[in-house]
C-alpha cells in the first residue's frame, strides 16, 4: 500500500520568508508526527496529532512553527519568517495508535529545507 | 525523560565482517524499543523492533535483544554486505508522549 508522502522533496526558500510542508500519512493512521533532521541536533520531535485530541506541540522550537492536520489526514507544518537555522529535513511519520502498544512509526522520505 | 546513547560512528566493516552496534537506555519502565535505517538519500525505515524484555527483534539477518539487566538493546548481524551500508538510529517512545527519542544514529559503511 502506499505509504506516507512528504511535499516539497526539496524546498530552498529566502530567509524571512514562510514556508509550508505538507505530509500524507497512511490511510487508516490515526497519529501523525513531525520531527526534524539536522546535522547539529540529530533527530528532534516536533509536534504529534492523534485523532481529534489536541495536537502535542511541546517540540516546537519557536512560535515561527506551527502545524495543523485537516479532517484527521493531511497535515501541514509552516515556518514563518525562516531563518537560517530552520534549515534541516523536515520528516513526518504516523502510526497505528488506538489498541497498539508498540508506537512503530512509519516515515515519509522527508522535505529539505534550505534557508539561504 | 527516556533517553538513548548510541556508540559513535562512523563504523567501517568489511564485507561479511560481523557488525555490533552498542545502544544503551534509560527509560520509565519497560518501553518498546527500536532500531531504524536511513539509507542514502532515503527515509528512516523500522528494522526491527522489540516490546518487552528478553524480546528478540529481527529483520534482513540483524538482530537485537532486549536486556533490561544491562538497559541495552545492541544492534548484531553476522555478516554485512555493502548493501547494509547506511545510518542506524537506536529509538524509544519518549516518556509521556508518544514521539520517539533516538540516538544520535550511526553511520555503517562497509566496503567490498
Known amino acids: 500500500g502506499a505509504g506516507v508522502s512528504q511535499s516539497p522533496s526539496n524546498k530552498v526558500t529566502e530567509k524571512g520568508k514562510d514556508v509550508e510542508l505538507r505530509c500524507d500519512p497512511i490511510?487508516?493512521?490515526?497519529?501523525l508526527y513531525w520531527y526534524r533532521q539536522s546535522l547539529g541536533q540529530g533527530l528532534e520531535f516536533l509536534i504529534y496529532f492523534q485523532g481529534n485530541s489536541a495536537p502535542d506541540k511541546s517540540g516546537l522550537p519557536s512560535d515561527r512553527f506551527s502545524a495543523e492536520r485537516t479532517g484527521g489526514s493531511v497535515s501541514t507544518l509552516t515556518i514563518q519568517r525562516t531563518q537560517q537555522e530552520d534549515s534541516a529535513v523536515y520528516l513526518c511519520?504516523?502510526?497505528?495508535?488506538?489498541?497498539?502498544?508498540?508506537?512503530?512509526?512509519?516515515f515519509g522520505p522527508g522535505t529539505r529545507l534550505t534557508v539561504t | 525523560g527516556n533517553s538513548v546513547t548510541q556508540m559513535e560512528g562512523p563504523v567501517t566493516l568489511s564485507e561479511e565482517a560481523f557488525l555490533t552496534i552498542n545502544c544503551t537506555y534509560t527509560?520509565?519502565?519497560?518501553?518498546?524499543l527500536f532500531w531504524y535505517v536511513q539509507y542514502p538519500g532515503e527515509g528512516l525505515q523500522l528494522l526491527l523492533k522489540a516490546t518487552k524484555a528478553d524480546d528478540k527483534g529481527s529483520n534482513k539477518g540483524f538482530e537485537a535483544t532486549y536486556r533490561k539487566e544491562t538497559t541495552s538493546f545492541h544492534l548484531e548481524k553476522g555478516s554485512v554486505q555493502v548493501s547494509d551500508s547506511a545510518v542506524y538510529f537506536c529509538?524509544?517512545?519518549?516518556?509521556?508522549?508518544?514521539?520517539?527519542?533516538f540516538g544520535s544514529g550511526t553511520r555503517l559503511q562497509v566496503q567490498p
Open positions: 527509560a520509565t519502565g519497560y518501553p518498546s
Open positions: 529509538a524509544l517512545p519518549n516518556t509521556g508522549r508518544r514521539a520517539l527519542t
Open positions: 490511510s487508516g493512521h490515526t497519529a
Open positions: 511519520a504516523s502510526s497505528l495508535v488506538e489498541g497498539s502498544s508498540s508506537y512503530e512509526q512509519y
